[in-house]
């Protein structure tokens, strides 16, 4: 199989992931290349006319990794290292999700190459509309259904949202998640992702024994994810102890104040700076001694280079992809209890899963409706994860990956080939 065209570091380690699972699970040679291979890839020029009347072109991305389970699902990023190959790996990651919280969705994902934090609100406006019209062949309530991830928010999908109903000739809510509850949103939507990472951290706490006050934790990459599982986590009585973003950290051994410490993000667009705690690097943050570690930045952060320092009884990965295979090895030999990716930050799709059914029934429902039905998916899943982890003495990962890819397996056997 020829995959020069998603060739990246992050498209080679979400194969090799695959691949150590394939190997495992004994699926046949002849369906690991249809199980692997995207389903579709869509290369999109983007021209926006910019402030001062120049036109700078943008590189725009959509991915979708199958489509046998029902329509496809995956956030759009804005973020200057977007590549197609990136995209992809991404797309390959959401599939698995999907599958193992049981979601009747394929893996899509999507993405423009660019720093949203350099453009003005109109340009940011007008990059996204565009892209949108590129994308409007290929997205659909029935088809693919974005939703926000890396560098977009509640607002860029309301623009996705009116610039394909503007084409359709009525408003179609369902087309996008993610966006304001005005126009269809899902209560508790923005709150999902992080929500979900800090009742799994629970859920290890109560399987490791370790009791909530007195804990530490720490935080890479301090946005919607890291915010909200920051928050979550103090309200149990977790110490957070440092957290970061793009542009630095901050720790304090006494633990930091999150109202502070929120007012001055507001402020300021950054941790950094913030007077209550001390400078960190983002490498030294991942090092810092704690109970709880949650990467919940990029992808790759965690390698070989560093496993072996890492100080964590648990590791939660608020973000895709963020453990290469190679640090994956070295954690299985140490004594630390990893929330592998696709569980751990599936809160988001499974929140986003909801607001699409809303949408299409125009009925919704209570954030506490919502909260209630996010945390027994979760629990599911988990415990499925957990069983399957201990039963075939296997890690984490590897049981969350099986039970993904074997699903999409399944269900690809069980509808055939055509022709």
Not at 61 to 68: C, D, G, I, K, P
Request: proline share 5%.
């Amino acid at each position: 199989m020829n995959l020069h065209l998603y060739d990246s570091p992050s498209f080679r380690m979400a194969c090799q992931q695959f691949d150590l699972v394939a190997d495992f699970m004994e699926i046949p040679e002849a369906a690991r290349d249809r199980l692997k291979m995207p389903k579709r890839s869509l290369s999109v020029a983007v021209p926006v006319r910019m402030d001062d009347s120049s036109t700078q072109v943008f590189m725009g991305y959509r991915v979708q990794h199958h489509l046998t389970l029902g329509p496809t699902k995956g956030g759009i990023r804005f973020h200057p290292d977007v590549t197609v190959g990136e995209v992809a790996a991404l797309a390959m990651w959401m599939s698995w999700k999907c599958a193992l919280v049981g979601l009747p969705y394929g893996g899509a994902k999507g993405g423009v190459t660019c720093d949203p934090r350099k453009l003005s609100l109109g340009e940011l406006e007008r990059l996204t509309r565009r892209y949108t019209q590129e994308l409007i062949p290929v997205i659909g309530p029935q088809v693919d259904i974005p939703a926000p991830d890396v560098g977009t928010n509640e607002q860029v999908m309301a623009w996705i949202m009116d610039t394909y109903s503007l084409q359709m000739g009525h408003a179609v809510p369902g087309v996008v998640t993610g966006k304001p509850v005005l126009l269809g949103g899902s209560l508790g939507r923005r709150e999902a992702t992080g929500r979900g990472v800090a009742y799994l951290i629970s859920r290890a706490m109560d399987t490791l024994g370790i009791a909530a006050q007195g804990t530490t934790a720490v935080i890479q990459g301090y946005g919607n994810v890291g915010s909200v599982a920051a928050i979550s986590m103090a309200k149990q009585g977790i110490k957070i102890i440092a957290v970061s973003d793009a542009f630095g950290g901050i720790y304090n051994a006494a633990g930091l104040d999150l109202n502070k410490l929120n007012d001055h993000v507001a402020a300021t667009r950054s941790v950094v700076g913030f007077p209550n705690g001390q400078p960190i690097t983002n490498e030294q943050l991942l090092l810092t001694p704690c109970d709880i570690l949650v990467p919940a930045a990029l992808e790759r952060q965690i390698t070989e280079a560093n496993a072996a320092q890492i100080q964590c009884r648990i590791l939660a990965e608020g973000a895709n992809g963020p453990t290469t295979p190679e640090a994956d090895a070295i954690l299985a030999q140490r004594d630390i209890f990893v929330i592998p990716d696709i569980l751990c930050n599936s809160g988001g799709v499974i929140v986003s899963y909801f607001e699409w059914v809303q949408d299409l029934q125009s009925f919704f429902w209570s954030e506490g409706e919502v909260i209630d039905k996010l945390f027994r998916l979760l629990e599911q899943a988990f415990m499925q994860t957990l069983t399957l982890s201990r039963n075939k003495h296997i890690t984490l990962r590897f049981a969350a990956l099986s039970l993904g890819i074997k699903r999409v397996h399944d269900a690809k056997m069980l509808r055939g080939l055509y022709p």
